[in-house]
T-cell receptor, first 114, second 112 residues
Framework: EAQVTQNPRYLITVTGKKLTVTCSQN?????MSWYRQDPGLGLRQIYY???????DKGDVPEGYKVSRKEKRNFPLILESPSPNQTSLYFC?????????????FGSGTRLTVV | GENVEQHPSTLSVQEGDSAVIKCTYS??????FPWYKQELGKGPQLIID?????GEKKDQRIAVTLNKTAKHFSLHITETQPEDSAVYFC???????????FGGGTRVLVKP
């Protein structure tokens, strides 16, 4: 089954404790992206990757890092999480650049930073 | 950059009635406009899309219309059913762009 898998689904952590949210896709897509979803603000892009070793900032990259060492994996790293990073996070992948033929989204990671 | 505004933010309809969600975009170069449905506890899922060379597209009970001159596009759901209850997002991207820009979302509640 074609899918994007994120882990964990839920995470509660404390301020300053580094964490990684994993994302993996099995569709051989070149383009991958991370979004955060906050009430009333829709989906805002954090980082995206056009291919292996090619990443770039989205609209809200502050406080986040990503890496793309393999085509299928695109982890999101929070080096020093803060409460304003409490949010619902989605990883997505697409065949075309920018999601221009439709994204496949993961099921989401709900992160709470206390 | 692109800016997409979506209205209304919440929409309550009686089962069997129609629902309409409207979006406006700012970048006249945008040429791809998808709609996503997000059910509770799940990621958004593409339900229909339209490209700028087409004015309207239908898929069973859902349709999307595009007015390039006015820079707005709409999602129409006819004969609504309880399973249509969800959050809907519109989005836009230009051909040379690197990312979709999403609207703020519309929470649709279909009352039995």
């Amino acid at each position: 089954e074609a899918q994007v898998t994120q882990n964990p689904r839920y995470l509660i952590t404390v301020t300053g404790k580094k964490l990684t949210v994993t994302c993996s896709q099995n569709m051989n897509h070149e383009y991958m992206s991370w979004y955060r979803q906050d009430p009333g603000l829709g989906l805002r892009q954090i980082y995206y990757s056009m291919n292996v070793e090619v990443t770039d900032k989205g609209d809200v990259p502050e406080g986040y890092k990503v890496s793309r060492k393999e085509k299928r994996n695109f982890p999101l790293i929070l080096e020093s999480p803060s409460p304003n990073q409490t949010s619902l996070y989605f990883c997505a992948s697409s065949l075309s650049r920018g999601g221009a033929d439709g994204y496949t989204f993961g099921s989401g990671t709900r992160l709470t930073v206390v | 950059g692109e800016n997409v505004e979506q209205h209304p933010s919440t929409l309550s309809v009686q089962e069997g009635d129609s629902a309409v969600i409207k979006c406006t975009y700012s970048d006249s170069a945008s040429n791809y406009f998808p709609w996503y449905k997000q059910e509770l506890g799940k990621g958004p899922q593409l339900i229909i899309d339209i490209r700028s060379n087409v004015g309207e597209k239908k898929d069973q009970r859902i349709a999307v219309t595009l007015n390039k001159t006015a820079k707005h596009f709409s999602l129409h759901i006819t004969e609504t059913q309880p399973e249509d209850s969800a959050v809907y997002f519109c989005a836009a991207i230009q051909a040379a762009g690197n990312k979709l820009t999403f609207g703020g979302g519309t929470r649709v509640l279909v009352k039995p």
